[in-house]
């Protein structure tokens, strides 16, 4: 079984179900890095650091490595890419974008648009006795809302029953937001942890209808990305980043950012830093320690956000614990996408590429080993 959970995609059922495949791609043969930087006055030392890196594209256990990025005290202090990519490649954040969705929450909330312990704004829920009126901001970003979401198939079901699948790709596509919000309970909500995918899409609706009263797609797709854009990627300086929508003009917040690495780890850097950026402070530290605590149903799950903590037993066990400090936290993504943050090493490293999700455990090693390279403060 897929460790993360996560499934999130391409533009072709086709695609997805070769991305998602348990058995990972060859491979590719090792050669020389399209582009890499390692600081001569590197922390840990030059010579350390480069052996900490060399693994991730070398060794087979963890392929494939497309780009590695470690900002150490706000500077990149290495960086490399396998060939065919660069420092310009824009490359896609599957789940990672949940993160970016928490985030921009928290920015409308801090805006005194939503309220997080307040019923969740959303019109399919608000029929008198509907129990999903009882769903909160914070179960959602808890993915503890007890709605009946399906993230990947189970057993002997076909991919194509799972939920995010048919969100993605088949019968929800055209509107991400109606096929999530349209599901019933199968828990309490606030009683029962389940990642979902499809519980991101719903609270990039409510961001969005909170920001318009227009149904038209084209409308609904500007206001989403012009506050995107105005409250943070302009603001930190992520040029290069593009999320993708679906018909009904809403952002694929659970699942669809392209960015490349150097991006991301301004992302990264602006989580270390709780929420500020060149001196601003852009989203409240409130919010960002709330993105950092443990949520009730789950120790390695925040808001929006994953911690390295041990999770509870029966779940797949995520990150790192007990080999790198447990304040370190991540925005994760399927096929292997890592944005990992540990504020006692001042460090943000970014690791994306393409790996089985049941393959992963050598690149958490080895995650924890090039964190260990570095000083605590």
């Not at 084209?218 to 593009?242: C, H, I, N, T, W």
């Not at 929006?304 to 779940?315: A, E, F, M, T, Y």
Request: charged share 25%.
């Amino acid at each position: 079984m897929p460790r993360y959970k996560l499934l999130v995609g391409a533009t072709a059922i086709s695609m997805i179900l070769a991305s998602c495949s348990e058995d990972p791609q060859p491979a590719p043969e090792v050669s020389a890095p399209a582009f890499e930087q390692i600081a001569d006055d590197a922390a840990p030392g030059k010579a350390r650091l480069v052996e900490a890196i060399a693994p991730f594209f070398e060794d087979p256990a963890l392929a494939e490595t497309r780009a590695l990025l470690v900002m150490h005290g706000g500077r990149i202090v290495a960086e490399r890419y396998a060939p065919g990519y660069g420092p310009d490649s824009r490359l896609i954040s599957w789940s990672m974008a949940k993160s970016v969705t928490g985030t921009l929450i928290g920015m409308m909330v801090a805006d005194g648009l939503l309220v997080l312990d307040d019923p969740a704004p959303v019109p399919e829920w608000s029929s008198p006795g509907d129990p999903r009126a009882k769903i909160t901001l914070r179960h959602l970003l808890h993915m503890s809302s007890g709605l009946d979401h399906t993230e990947m198939a189970e057993g002997d079901k076909a991919i194509y029953e799972a939920d995010t699948t048919r969100l993605l790709f088949l019968d929800g596509r055209e509107n991400v937001a109606r096929y999530a919000e349209k599901r019933n309970l199968e828990a309490n909500p606030g009683s029962k942890f389940e990642y979902s995918t499809a519980t991101s899409h719903i609270l990039v609706d409510i961001m969005t209808r909170t920001l318009t009263d227009s149904s038209d797609p084209q409308v609904r797709r500007k206001a989403m990305l012009d506050y995107a854009r105005g409250r943070l990627f302009e603001p930190l300086g992520m040029a290069s980043a593009v999320p993708e929508f679906d018909r009904n003009g809403t952002m694929l917040g659970g699942s669809m950012i392209h960015a490349t690495a150097r991006d991301w780890a301004k992302f990264g850097e602006f989580l270390r830093n709780n929420g500020s950026v060149r001196s601003a402070q852009l989203l409240p530290t409130s919010w960002t320690r709330f993105m950092k605590a443990s949520s009730t149903n789950d120790p390695a799950y925040g808001g929006h956000i994953w911690l390295n903590k041990r999770r509870p037993d029966g779940s797949d066990q995520v990150l790192f614990p007990g080999k790198a400090p447990s304040d370190v936290f991540a925005a994760l993504g399927h096929l292997g996408q890592f944005i990992v943050v540990s504020p006692q090493h001042r460090l943000t490293i970014v690791r994306l590429g393409k790996t089985a999700d049941s393959d992963l455990g050598p690149i958490n090693d080895q995650l924890a080993k090039l964190i260990s390279v570095f000083p605590k403060n």
